[in-house]
């Protein structure tokens, strides 16, 4: 590295693909020590476990290039999957239950927006509020026990099934929200809008774009994708937890800021988060087929997500 | 004590701003010094107080070489900065702002009767009995703040103090004071340095006077020895006529009109009217409202009252987007804050206005976005290698140049300009003047606030001026001078302060 010599638009790219070369370390660090890591399976298998994670983290990436934070991500899921499964148990069409629970998770997602852009509240304030709420209401709608058991074969096939038999279909829905998220940011007048609002919300707004209503939008799209990851999860584990996805919203923000993202807003893409949640993912992989305790996996987590933000300040530097 | 400044230079980034500048004051002297904005003042003066390093050059005081590495080292050394944005912490009362940093007190408990004893005693002194040391700062006028400033920096024992632009929120009777306390502690042998635009203030207080020109000293002259022509003529470089411009266009038929315009009680009574290819300047001091016409024009203050048409039809604007719908665009007064995304490039900035023109069902059309902006690059003549660079590495002429893309992306009707040339170079100023007489030839019908007396007569067929929120008068430039219109500024009772010959 020492010789490279580094031109700053160079260096600029470097700093970018900082995440993935990280990735790319770490993968073929695990395939040297551990030989199942690089079986198709595995890898497959890697991906649908981060799956859940990176589709909460896609609208959270949009939360954050605002410079706003969404702590009611995990609440949201759990809700809508409770949602969900009563609907499904009461006999509701597959289809029908699984849109009206994303379409709650939308309604959950525009309350906090509304809170945030038209009550003027911080988001951190506003999202631990109705991350609180919505929790407590998972709980009153389930009665506090889970709910299973739906005999559905189109709703098990949302989190367990396989396209051409090898590609899991969270994994298939992982890459296609990530593509649609790229095109919006990158290529729409919203995305646009999105970082500009973020950048600054004054300049913005005195530019003529309606900061309001890119706050509600955004927060919409962040309840949306945590209510969507809410499908797979309870697809999978055929049961909805009224207590599901308790902290998942703490994992989406690493992933985030993993992938370069700022949390003050405006600096961002949606690869780097791709690649924040694949890292997380990968991390959880190697140190099980390494047998390390899970009490040591939280602490080896938590370094290297330190460990990578450090790096990422000294460089920025 | 005797500072002087040898050969200080100083860039930010690529930004020179500062080139081998001398600069000296001696004790119980009076100190002015002028040049235009972003000539370097408070660049320089920021660096003999440590508020910024000097890349190159040294600080002698009596005759001994300084090491001022930060404010501290200045602080100790007795040089003392009262900045333009007044540093009192409004939420703490005038002796904790103070004594902040330096409380007295007894086994880590603060005195407060020592503190309100020695406050009262630096605040006697500057002549601001009335002021309570136990008051929140915040409920101060500038004024008093600024003697609240002035009393600290006694406190510290300074023997230098600078001034930056001090009088520029203050009202006639404040000045007055000010002047007296200055006069007083030069007496007492402290030197002051005053940084000022206003011309006739100088004249009347100050001893010395040195001039900069972009970044460069140009020279120094005793005031008894010079005269108005010679500053200016040192200032700008040449001729004050030849700086703006002449725009040729006659101005055609009234296109905006505003009556009775007020606001949530800033400004009230505010009627004029603009015709297509006409600029009407407003000028006024710090604080008498300039700005909150334009914003309540352009929706972002509430209007409490008042109609305002364009063309003939009348106008409801509630907010930024209603007011670009109806063909207004508005050049902010603080680019860095209000008018760019700075994280985001030229491109992006530039086009961040109507970038609905580009996109088709909100997909946008790189290729029409690119084009688009290198013609509006060219049109401008924005200096910058790439249109992706971020739009903070431009230098502050071409980042307002960007501010001026972003409306001209698709022509306005309305142009509402505030401080076009804040933080702009000569040269910079020149090139926007330019452009301003370029829109208003095409028939924009052009508002604009500007501190700069020369710029309003220089640029305005007419000058609104604007007194505590009211307009008092409304001038043709031709003919108008400063004098008139610092004195319609200042509530037009007042006698302009004597001039020295």
């Known amino acids: ?317 | 004590m005797q500072v002087t400044m040898r050969g200080i230079g100083k860039a930010f980034g690529p930004v020179r701003v500062l080139d081998a500048v001398d600069f000296n004051i001696g004790a119980g002297e009076i100190h002015a010094l002028m040049g235009e904005n972003g000539a370097g003042k408070s660049t320089l003066m920021k660096i003999l107080s440590g508020v910024y390093q000097a890349d190159a050059g040294n600080i002698l005081i009596d005759g001994k070489t300084a090491q001022i590495r930060d404010t501290v080292d200045a602080e100790r050394a007795g040089i003392a900065i009262i900045h333009q944005e007044l540093n009192l912490i409004p939420q703490l009362s005038v002796m904790e702002n103070m004594f902040l940093g330096r409380e007295p007190s007894r086994f880590g408990v603060v005195d407060s009767a020592a503190m309100r004893r020695q406050s009262r005693h630096w605040l006697d002194m500057v002549g601001a009995q009335r002021i309570d040391p136990q008051m929140e700062a915040g409920r101060l006028s500038i004024g008093q703040q600024q003697l609240v400033e002035i009393a600290k920096a006694l406190s510290l024992d300074a023997r230098v103090l600078v001034m930056d632009e001090p009088t520029a929120a203050l009202t006639h009777r404040e000045i007055e004071t000010l002047f007296e306390i200055m006069l007083g502690l030069k007496a007492r042998g402290v030197a002051l340095v005053y940084v000022s635009h206003r011309m006739e203030e100088i004249f009347r207080i100050c001893d010395r006077i040195s001039v900069l020109r972009d970044g460069t000293f140009v020279g120094e002259r005793v005031i008894s020895q010079t005269g108005f022509d010679e500053i200016v003529r040192l200032m700008v470089g040449r001729e004050l006529g030849e700086r703006f411009p002449k725009r040729t266009n006659a101005p055609g038929d009234v296109r905006f009109q505003v009556a009775g315009l007020a606001d949530d009680g800033n400004i009230s009574g505010i009627s004029f009217d603009v015709r297509a290819g006409e600029v009407l300047g407003i000028a006024g001091l710090m604080g008498a409202g300039r700005s909150e016409i334009l914003r309540t024009l352009f929706g972002v203050n509430r209007k409490t009252a008042g109609a305002v048409s364009l063309d003939g039809l009348p106008l409801d604007i509630c907010d930024a987007s209603g007011a670009i719908g109806a063909g207004i665009g508005f050049v902010t007064e603080d680019r860095k804050n209000q008018g760019l995304v700075l994280g985001m490039s030229v491109r992006e900035n530039a086009t961040l206005v109507h970038l609905d023109t580009y996109a088709r069902f909100g997909v946008v059309n790189d290729a029409a976005e690119r084009a688009a902006v290198e013609q509006l690059i060219k049109q401008l003549r924005i200096r910058t290698r790439d249109a992706e660079l971020d739009v903070k590495s431009l230098s502050g002429g071409n980042q307002q140049k960007v501010v001026f893309a972003k409306w001209l992306a698709a022509p306005p009707r309305v142009l509402l300009l505030d401080e076009p040339t804040r933080g702009v170079d000569v040269g910079g100023k020149a090139e926007i003047y330019t452009i301003i007489n370029q829109l208003a030839s095409q028939g924009v019908a052009i508002v604009m606030v500007s501190s700069e007396l020369p710029e309003v007569l220089g640029m305005s067929d007419r000058i609104l001026v604007m007194h505590q929120g009211r307009q008092n008068g409304i001038f043709p430039a031709a003919g108008a001078t400063q004098e008139m219109i610092m004195n319609a500024a200042t509530g037009g009772k007042t006698a302009a302060a004597p001039v020295a010959p």
């Open chain 1, 1 to 317: 590295m020492a010789q490279l010599t580094l031109t700053p638009t160079n260096k600029a790219t470097l700093q970018k693909l900082g995440p993935f070369i990280a990735l790319l370390v770490i993968a073929v660090g695990l395939s040297i020590v551990s030989p199942d890591f690089l079986r198709v399976d595995n890898l497959l298998n890697v991906m649908r476990q981060s799956s859940i994670n990176a589709l909460i983290a896609f609208g959270m990436t949009l939360v954050i290039l605002l410079g706003g934070i969404d702590l009611s991500a995990g609440s949201v899921l759990a809700l809508s999957s409770v949602i969900i499964a009563s609907l499904l148990q009461s006999g509701t069409p597959p289809v029908v239950a699984t849109l009206a629970g994303i379409v709650a998770g939308g309604l959950m997602g525009l309350v906090n927006g509304l809170i945030i852009s038209k009550g003027k509240v911080a988001p951190f304030i506003a999202t631990l509020g109705t991350m609180t709420v919505l929790r407590g209401l998972a709980l009153v709608m389930s009665n506090g026990s889970p709910i299973s058991d739906f005999n559905s074969d189109f709703f098990s096939m949302l989190g367990g099934g396989y396209v051409a038999r090898l590609i899991p279909i969270p994994v298939v829905l992982m890459l296609i929200v990530f593509g649609i998220f790229w095109f919006v940011l990158k290529k729409t007048v919203f995305g646009r809008h999105v970082y500009a609002t973020g950048g600054n919300a004054e300049s913005a707004k005195l530019s003529g774009v309606k900061v309001d209503r890119v706050q509600l939008w955004v927060y919409t799209i962040s309840g949306v994708m945590a209510a969507i990851a809410g499908v797979v999860l309870t697809s999978r584990l055929n049961s909805a937890q009224p207590t599901a996805g308790t902290g998942y919203e703490l994992d989406a923000i690493a992933a985030v800021v993993l992938g370069g993202t700022s949390l003050t807003g405006g600096r961002g893409w949606i690869f780097g988060t791709l690649v924040g949640a694949l890292l997380i993912g990968v991390l959880n992989n190697g140190l099980n087929l390494l047998d390390v305790s899970s009490f040591y996996q939280q602490v080896i987590k938590g370094s290297v997500i330190l460990l990578a933000v450090l790096i990422d300040r000294g460089n920025k530097k």
